[in-house]
């Protein structure tokens, strides 16, 4: 017998035709309790039944609550954001909830009508209140667009399409904004006025997200206080998809790099070598694909044809770069000050990462961090964000000393070829000479390194 998964295309369809047609329904409960209201209360006047026109509204209002509360329910189900509705009072709502409850108590003391009817028409303004700002923030989706890479620290956009799906009810005087959340700092808010049923407006906003991993995105909050700005209601949306955050980019010294190793190694030789492409052979014309800063412009002006400047090939060096993850055990405060010295040597090896890219230097790279983890040698930028990607992930391991890391450096590695990034250098043992090593935990770190471009 073969049993259906919950994964299966045609039972999620399924649960999305029920839960559209609970939508409907919702929304044809709250309609029609208006509509109930408006026709049934001057029926019931002109048949001087005051009590049933009061029956009808307060009938009328109990439904329209019930239509918002299952739609609440229905989006929250069905939609991509999952949402958190809360109410408070605004200042005015609050004075206003004062004299209401004053002229309540008074009217039931005094037993003067004028005063029951205007303590009533206080009330029903209250209860108004409440239903038309939930009816303002009800029916609204989100849709966000995020940029393919999101690094640690820095701004990003957010673009999020807010779209009012009611068919009949507009959506007015909502603000829209993130607050502060995962130690990410409140963003600005933009402020809607109007968004007319079944339109689709886009918010911009700028975003950013202290520390690397995989980090859920800062909640969207919309709030709205239409019509009478007695009562505000705050509806978070939180975004179930997570945002894979790669290490902050910063900046190395090559002069700094150069001058603090003894044995320089072949590849720092590289990086002495201002221009990239080799010494020049001759021109050629054009071809698609070519670098544009290769044009030779005074040959193309003098010929009327662009023609580019060929080199010859330089020697290819390679480097493999060890990020040393080790967890040694430690008293409490320096296993603390170890782990920020690693998110410190993460920064430094992506950084380092991006400055081969630039130079064409193949790069390969190996860690425990806290399992193995290996990219062969490569160059290129999806190589590069590959390895941004596992440097995303990286976390201190106890299991694995730096003696397995440097086992697995290979001959061709051992002479000169490879990169060491350390947190800390423990007592033993001690990195090969050959071996290029950046101590994090140095004094001249600083120097070399700048964490902020």
Known sequence: ?????????????????????????????????????????PV?????????????????????????????????????????????????????????????????????????LTAAFLLGGLLCSLVLTFAALAGIT????????????????????MKNDKRLLGAYGIRAGSGAYNSSPPQERHCIWSLPPGEERSLTMRQSLPRRGSQALPPLELRSGFPFG???????????????????????????????????????????????????????????????????????????????REFERQRVESVLLLLDASLPPQSPPARRERIERFERAVSFTGTLASMLESKEILYAFVSFCPE???????????????????????????????????ATLTPREDGGGACLITPGLP?????????????????DFDELFTAKV
């Open 427 to 443: 007592r033993a043992p001690r990195p090969r000479p050959s071996v290029v090593t950046i101590d994090v935990s140095n004094p």
């Open 142 to 161: 989100l849709r966000w667009r995020l940029p393919s890479h999101v690094f640690a620290g820095d701004a990003f956009p957010v673009t999020v399409n």
């Open 230 to 308: 007695l009562l505000e209601i705050v509806v978070s949306m939180g975004r179930k998809k997570e945002v894979l955050v790669l290490p902050h980019v910063g900046r190395i010294r090559e002069d700094v790099l150069i001058r603090e190793q003894t044995d320089e190694a072949p590849w720092l030789r590289s990086l002495r070598t201002k221009d990239l492409h080799g010494e020049f052979r001759s021109l050629r014309e054009y071809r698609p694909g070519d670098d544009p800063r290769l044009i030779h412009w005074k040959t193309s002006a003098r010929l009327g044809a662009l023609f580019v």
């Open 372 to 406: 193995m983890v290996s990219l062969p040698y490569r160059c290129g930028r999806r190589h590069l964000f590959d390895l941004l990607e596992a440097l995303a992930l990286a976390e201190p391991t106890e299991t694995h000393s730096l003696s397995d890391l440097m």
């Open 1 to 41: 017998m073969r049993y259906r998964s919950r994964s299966d295309p045609s039972m999620a369809r399924i649960r999305s035709s029920v839960l559209n047609r609970l939508s409907e329904a919702a929304r044809f409960l709250g309609v029609h309790s208006w509509i109930l209201a408006v026709v049934g209360i």
């Open 44 to 116: 019931a006047l002109l048949l001087h039944s005051g009590t049933a026109a009061v029956l009808i509204l307060l009938l009328a209002l109990t439904w329209q609550v019930v239509s918002l509360l299952a739609l609440g329910v229905v989006r929250r189900r069905s939609a991509e954001t999952r949402s958190r509705y809360g109410i408070r009072f605004t200042q005015w709502g609050r004075v206003y909830s004062v004299i209401t409850i004053i002229f309540c108590v008074v009217a039931n003391q005094w037993g003067v009508n004028l005063l029951s």
